[in-house]
């Protein structure tokens, strides 16, 4: 039973970890990086409208955001696995999958461009992994 109940904690505290990671990433990115993107974003709900920004972004800007797709999914892979105590990259994999859905919506709600979606694709998984492998690495 603390197995399970374990195994589903590691999982949801990985996922939430990876979170923070990548929106302080992505907030560093508006308001430091790239603060006129943020600014023609803030407010914006037609769907027409933020395709026109997400068309005109930087690619920098886009760039930014998989670098912190890529730390927050090593950083939750580490948190999963220290949680869980696994020796495989199991649990790390789910919260992979899970981020890879997540980065699916969020490119379904925010149109990026097409090499963004073929990133979005490649970069959860592997990422989570590393984040497992290090923490197996260092116990």
Same mark, same amino acid.
């Given at each position: 039973?603390?197995?399970?109940?374990?195994?589903?904690?590691? !999982? !949801?505290? /990985? *996922?939430?970890?990876?979170?923070?990671?990548?929106? #302080?990433? $992505?907030?560093?990115?508006?308001?430091?990086?790239?603060? $006129? +993107? /943020? @600014?023609?974003?803030? %407010?914006?709900?037609?769907? $027409?409208? #933020? @395709? @026109? &920004?997400?068309?005109?972004?930087?690619?920098?800007?886009?760039? !930014? !955001? +998989? #670098?912190?797709?890529?730390? %927050?999914? &090593?950083?939750? %892979?580490?948190?999963?696995?220290?949680?869980?105590?696994?020796?495989?990259?199991?649990?790390?994999?789910?919260?992979?999958?899970?981020?890879?859905?997540?980065? #699916?919506?969020?490119?379904?709600?925010?149109?990026?461009? *097409?090499?963004?979606?073929?990133?979005?694709?490649?970069?959860?998984?592997?990422?989570?992994?590393?984040?497992?492998?290090?923490?197996?690495?260092?116990?």
């Amino acid at each position: 039973m603390w197995t399970i109940l374990r195994s589903v904690l590691g !999982v !949801v505290a /990985g *996922f939430v970890v990876a979170s923070i990671v990548m929106m #302080i990433v $992505e907030t560093v990115n508006g308001k430091v990086l790239y603060p $006129e +993107l /943020g @600014k023609s974003a803030k %407010g914006v709900t037609d769907r $027409e409208e #933020i @395709k @026109k &920004i997400m068309d005109s972004a930087p690619t920098g800007a886009l760039v !930014v !955001v +998989l #670098i912190g797709w890529v730390l %927050g999914s &090593i950083a939750g %892979g580490a948190v999963t696995t220290r949680i869980c105590r696994c020796q495989t990259n199991r649990h790390a994999l789910i919260l992979g999958c899970m981020l890879t859905l997540a980065g #699916i919506v969020n490119n379904l709600m925010l149109p990026p461009p *097409f090499w963004f979606w073929i990133a979005t694709l490649v970069v959860f998984l592997p990422s989570t992994s590393l984040g497992a492998r290090l923490v197996r690495q260092t116990a």
